[in-house]
């Protein structure tokens, strides 16, 4: 049985489905993706025989440590960095908790002022505003109606207080890849550190660190094949931060915790598969996207919407607006189709997502919108028949 077979199997003994017309279609892999089977392979032997403590100094140790060390090796391959630059954590919020507050308690003598964007995910918004009511001063930029920060605002923004400038690669919600290579060089004209998040863009896009100018940068493991709770945290050779948790002097000192050996295997593996498919992937995920766009299109014409820059975005990624509709409404109807919409549901309310405000999207068009976000399992036959349900099952008003 294929790859793309066994993944299909297990998606539909997760739901329950059988039979090639009720066969769910997952297109929320910006949400989450499923562990690739090669991975859970390279994982499987340090779950079920090499138990070893990576730091210990007897036989099991060491072979635990090699283990460590290769996936550090192979992760550093994709970012083009250095493997002595990785830091392995629980994941990306963990990662982006460990940027911005160790740069910002490290750097609190030299400076207060940080610099972020509206259209960040929580797990950077909320650290940067945990800071804010800790006494830092926080500058959060504005973006235009694709949702893409102007450099030069960057640059504007930056005081002989600012520290950090935090700055997401490619976004969650709408798929717009952020110019960080013109951000990051002029946060090192001006000597100022600069993170990103690349949790959404890593095996998708190239996140070369030299070619991002990128001190520090986030990767969720559980968004490229591999497991839920693990990450990492590249930190530019030569950068110094507080760490996030205190303990034993693991991961050099950067991270205390003792490593889970299999979760750290599964990431050095995605990763390694994510550096040699990453074209092939993108290319193939990019025209299955732009199929799905262009049936929506057909039949719902200008009551159709696109939320992000209509090039510069993942090739995974499509975010529409289904105008005078509820996203909501839209996912019930297609029933058997995992997606996400444009709004969140709090205490009973839905509210518009802060992304799509930001970005300019009323009220209305907001709430209609969905997020389809597609994997290297999606299949064109998959989108083929999103989009005739969404012919049958929606009726287009004149």
């Not at 750097?107 to 650290?127: C, D, F, K, M, Y």
Request: proline residues 4%; contains cysteine; glycine residues 10%.
């Amino acid at each position: 049985m294929s790859r793309r077979a066994r993944a299909g199997v297990a998606i539909r003994r997760v739901f329950g489905y059988s039979g090639d017309a009720m066969k769910p279609i997952y297109l929320d892999y910006n949400a989450t993706t499923p562990v690739d089977p090669r991975v859970a392979a390279a994982m499987w032997p340090f779950v079920a025989e090499h138990f070893g403590n990576s730091s210990s100094a007897h036989a099991f140790g060491k072979k635990a440590k090699e283990a460590v060390e290769q996936a550090r090796a192979q992760t550093a391959e994709l970012l083009g960095c250095q493997a002595s630059e990785i830091v392995f954590t629980s994941g990306g919020s963990e990662s982006n908790n460990t940027a911005i507050k160790g740069v910002a308690f490290t750097l609190r003598a030299r400076g207060n002022h940080l610099i972020t964007s509206q259209v960040e995910h929580p797990a950077v918004l909320r650290p940067i505003a945990f800071l804010e009511a800790n006494g830092f001063r926080v500058t959060r930029l504005s973006v235009d109606r694709f949702g893409k920060v102007a450099p030069e605002h960057v640059r504007q923004a930056i005081t002989s207080a600012t520290i950090l400038i935090t700055i997401m690669h490619a976004n969650n919600e709408i798929g717009t890849i952020e110019p960080i290579e013109a951000i990051g060089r002029i946060a090192r004209e001006k000597g100022v550190l600069f993170h990103t998040d690349a949790a959404q863009s890593a095996g998708k896009i190239s996140t070369r660190t030299d070619a991002l100018n990128a001190d520090l940068l986030t990767i969720a493991g559980h968004k490229l094949y591999a497991p839920k709770g693990v990450g990492v945290l590249y930190v530019r050779r030569g950068v110094s931060f507080e760490p996030l948790i205190h303990g034993a002097g693991h991961e050099s000192g950067r991270r205390a915790g003792t490593e889970s050996v299999p979760l750290v295997v599964a990431l050095g593996a995605a990763c390694a598969l994510a550096a040699k498919e990453l074209e092939s992937r993108g290319s193939y995920m990019m025209r299955l996207r732009d199929r799905l766009h262009e049936g929506l299109k057909a039949i719902f014409g200008g009551k159709l919407h696109l939320n992000g820059h209509p090039t510069e975005r993942l090739p995974n990624t499509l975010n529409v607006s289904f105008e005078g509709r509820a996203g909501g409404q839209v996912l019930d109807a297609l029933g058997n189709v995992a997606a996400s919409t444009g709004s969140a549901c709090h205490a009973g309310c839905a509210e518009l997502s802060p992304v799509l405000k930001a970005i300019g999207v009323t009220e209305p068009i907001g709430m209609g919108a969905v997020r389809f976000s597609l994997g290297k399992e999606t299949t064109a036959g998959e989108i083929d028949r999103v989009i005739e349900q969404c012919k049958s099952r929606l009726r287009v008003s004149a």
